[in-house]
């Protein structure tokens, strides 16, 4: 890529997760625009961003693709993986090689593997001494990601950090744990909704997701607003 | 029967989710019957008398199940009431052996609403008057919005006696949502309605939650939306 035409891609990025960033915006929204800049801009095939939840484990809440074995093998990252280790040592983790680490973490490496997954970045998203969850990028290749990626992941995930982090600022009546559960548990209603478009549009789960998107992002509405109205079938596509 | 009677066997219904065996008595309340039972049988749940309002209704619900055949079954086999509302008339139902049965019981009128869920068929609501007595339309109505209700608290309560442990992984519930999703648009039910079409699915196969949301979600388990129950029309 250009590295001007890179640069400018990356001042819109940030311009337009400052837009996200008004009054009253979606957790899920930012977030979801978060990692489809990261697959946009960067060197990366895949990302996806955990968030910690009430019982204090990590959970997935958006993704790039919406493929379930995706979705899974972030999940297994969770439970025993880089990103728990990020999540922890609130520190950037490099998996360079999966092959080379398989024995540390047997399920996810094998999972990982399976998907054509080389090597995968796990960064905090932390502002401070808070930490509330991780963003992973996966890459079809091994090696490490390179430095100008790397910095330009952390700049967008700080921004989304502090963009969540402040909006609890402002209406404090809530607590960091609760809104963060609010944006996960707005995935109950998401997976609902792509499981109405896959069957009335008899598409897969990961098209019917892409579909609500668009729709969300051309009516300028929140995802979690287009899928309740998908799930009590007032809106229909 | 006013509107209100049938309001507060609704209320009563819905806040009675703990005690099944008092299920029959909000239909006595409202409709101009001697007796109700609620009983399960059918593909889904055993046959079982789950309540009855006094004996003769205990054993009209009873006598069904031992010769096979009664208003009850009709019911559930043809997904409508059945009703009728003068014996001593001449019925044309083909019971022979159930007519013959009760013919010292005393009844005047009988009435079968089933018991559905989705696909599902749960069991039936059996209503019984000593006198002839026809139902209007607008109580075959309020009896079926009653029906519906019963039919969820029964499911319920079959299937979360049987709660399976260990299905409540970040993952699974995520592709069960999703097929969720999917169920509630075949066939035009709530979220919680196909969530629960989906459990009782598994609790029927004896697998679990997410074998069956993953079937649904490769398309090899579709539902299929079945005809709602005929009103009044019978």
């Not at chain 1, 590295?3 to 996200?20: I, M």
């Not at chain 1, 700049?155 to 600022?169: C, H, K, M, W």
């Not at chain 1, 668009?214 to 109205?229: G, Y």
């Not at chain 2, 209320?11 to 009983?39: C, D, M, N, Q, Y």
């Amino acid at each position: 890529m250009n590295e001007t035409v890179r640069l400018e891609q990356l001042f819109d990025a940030f311009a337009t997760l400052a837009d996200t960033l008004v009054a009253g915006y979606d957790v899920l929204d930012l977030l979801q625009l978060l990692v489809e800049n990261c697959h946009d801009l960067l060197d990366v095939d895949s990302a996806g961003i955990l968030l910690e939840n009430a019982a204090g484990r990590l959970e997935v809440v958006a993704s790039t693709s919406e493929a379930n074995t995706l979705v899974e093998m972030m999940q297994l990252d969770a439970d025993a993986g880089p990103c728990l280790e990020c999540f922890h040592t609130r520190a950037i983790v490099s998996v360079p090689d999966i092959d080379v680490d398989s024995f540390r973490w047997p399920n996810f490496c094998a999972t990982a593997l399976a998907q054509g997954i080389h090597s995968v970045y796990a960064i905090p998203l932390r502002l401070r001494e808070t930490t509330i969850g991780t963003l992973n990028l996966m890459r079809n290749e091994r090696g490490e990601l390179n430095q100008r990626d790397i910095r330009a992941a952390q700049a967008l995930a700080d921004v989304a950090t502090i963009g969540i982090l402040q909006e609890r600022a402002i209406r404090d009546a809530s607590t960091l744990r609760d809104q963060l559960q609010h944006a996960l548990s707005s995935r109950i209603i998401i997976e609902q909704a792509k499981g109405v478009v896959a069957e009335t549009a008899n598409v897969s789960i990961e098209a019917a997701f892409a579909l609500i998107r668009e729709h969300a992002r051309s009516n300028q509405t929140a995802l979690r607003l287009v899928a309740q109205q998908l799930v009590t079938r007032d809106l229909r596509f | 029967m006013s509107n209100d009677s049938f309001q507060v066997a609704a209320e009563a219904l819905t806040h009675s989710a703990g005690k099944i065996s008092e299920l029959a008595r909000p239909f006595v309340r409202f409709l101009p019957v001697s007796g109700a039972s609620v009983s399960t049988f059918g593909s889904f749940l055993g046959a079982e008398t789950i309540s009855a309002t006094d004996a003769r209704a205990g054993r009209v619900d009873e006598l069904q199940f031992d010769l096979g055949e009664g208003p009850c079954w009709d019911a559930v086999l043809n997904r409508r009431p059945v009703l009728e509302p003068d014996l001593s008339a001449g019925s044309s139902a083909s019971w022979p052996a159930f007519l013959k049965a009760i013919q010292h019981e005393d009844i005047g009128a009988i009435f079968a609403f089933p018991l559905l869920f989705g696909p599902l068929e749960i069991g039936a609501v059996d209503l019984y008057s000593v006198a002839p007595v026809s139902l209007s339309l607008e109580q075959q109505r309020q009896t079926l919005a009653l029906t519906a209700i019963v039919s969820r608290i029964l499911l319920r309560h079959a299937i979360f006696d049987d709660d399976a442990p260990g299905e409540t992984t970040t993952f699974s519930r995520r592709v069960i949502h999703q097929a969720t999703g999917m169920v509630l648009a075949q066939l035009g039910t709530t979220a919680e309605d196909a969530h629960l079409i989906i459990r009782a699915r598994a609790f029927a196969e004896s697998r679990s939650m997410l074998d069956v949301a993953q079937d649904i979600i490769e398309r090899r388990i579709r539902f299929t939306a079945l005809p709602d129950s005929a009103e009044g029309n019978s």
